[in-house]
């Protein structure tokens, strides 16, 4: 079946203008998360959403940063006045509760952001 | 806080040997479940293996193996008979049931022909 898929693939944005990432999460998948990799480093949660509630947004750096979701579906996470330190790969995951943990989370092929 | 420390930022191996690749975590729950995820440059996160903290057997997968030390919160990879393909970055990671994952900062394998 198809997996997390996310667009764009690359973004390039000058800064200060906003950008917004869309991931859209294996059908069926009810808590979504989103993660940022910088350059040569592991990956920093931002934010985890079951259904369409975000019970953990402690990840979020600034208020620059938002999240929504729709339902159990499409998620977009939108970066306002974006930053040179915005500049990464943002991937997106999915997992089911169907199923016993651990709750596997099946990861996207990712956006990369580069602010100039 | 949880934290997951990978000491070793670059590992090579010969083809078709054996490298170990370790983890250290830090965290005051005492069931949670530790993963290994595999990263080639296509950026694509793939999980390699995982790890039930009540379960005391290590896991094991095909050519790859844990060393679970529950005491000394170790978790290190151990990648058998090595291929060409395995080359890419290896992250350790954490969580308690499904909440976020928490990953160390990574260890780039290089494997020589």
């Known amino acids: 079946g198809a997996g997390v898929s996310q667009s764009p693939s690359n973004k390039v944005t000058e800064k200060g203008k906003d950008v917004e990432l869309r991931c859209d999460p294996i059908s069926g998948h009810t808590a979504l998360y989103w993660y940022r990799q910088r350059l040569g480093q592991g990956l920093e949660f931002l934010i985890y959403f079951q259904g369409n509630s975000a019970p953990d947004k402690s990840g979020l750096p600034s208020d620059r940063f938002s999240a929504e979701r729709t339902g159990e579906s499409v998620s977009t996470l939108t970066i306002q006045r974006t930053q040179q330190e915005d500049s990464a790969v943002y991937l997106c995951?999915?997992?089911?509760?169907?199923?016993?943990?651990?709750?596997?989370?099946?990861f996207g092929p990712g956006t990369r952001l580069t602010v100039t | 806080a949880q934290t997951v420390t990978q000491s070793q930022p670059e590992m090579s191996v010969q083809e078709a040997e054996t490298v170990t690749l370790s983890c250290t975590y830090d965290?005051?729950?005492?069931?949670?479940?530790l993963f290994w995820y595999k990263q080639p440059p296509s950026r694509q996160m793939i999980l390699v293996i995982r790890q039930e903290a009540y379960k005391q057997q290590n896991a094991t997968e095909n050519r790859f193996s844990v060393n679970f030390q529950k005491a000394a919160k170790s978790f290190s990879l151990k990648i058998s008979d090595s291929q060409l393909g395995d080359a890419a970055m290896y992250f350790c990671?954490?969580?308690?049931?499904?909440?976020?994952?928490?990953f160390g900062e990574g260890t780039q394998l290089t494997v020589n022909p």
């Open positions: 965290t005051s729950e005492s069931d949670y479940y």
């Open positions: 990671a954490y969580n308690v049931g499904g909440s976020r994952l928490t």
């Open positions: 995951a999915s997992s089911t509760r169907t199923s016993g943990p651990p709750y596997e989370q099946y």
